[in-house]
């Protein structure tokens, strides 16, 4: 009983149905765009989280490397 049911639940899962709807071109951009964003809003993060550091440990060693000539 239970594999009949798991059965029946993924043969109506994976049959087409027709979907009635309709996406216009506006809604389309704007989809892509959103997802674009996402993105390279991650991206951005992870640069961002790496780049940062990196920046602040430079910045250290020529201050230092300036005390240190002077």
Do not use: C, D
Request: glycine fraction near 8%; avoid cysteine; charged fraction near 15%.
């Amino acid at each position: 009983m239970h594999r009949q049911l798991i059965l029946l639940t993924s043969v109506f899962a994976l049959m087409p149905a027709m979907a009635q709807a309709y996406i216009g071109p506006g809604m389309g951009l704007g989809a892509v765009a959103s997802l674009l964003g996402l993105v390279a809003v991650f991206f951005m993060v992870m640069i961002a989280f790496i780049w940062f550091p990196i920046k602040r440990r430079i910045a250290k060693r020529r201050a230092a490397a300036e005390h240190g000539v002077k």
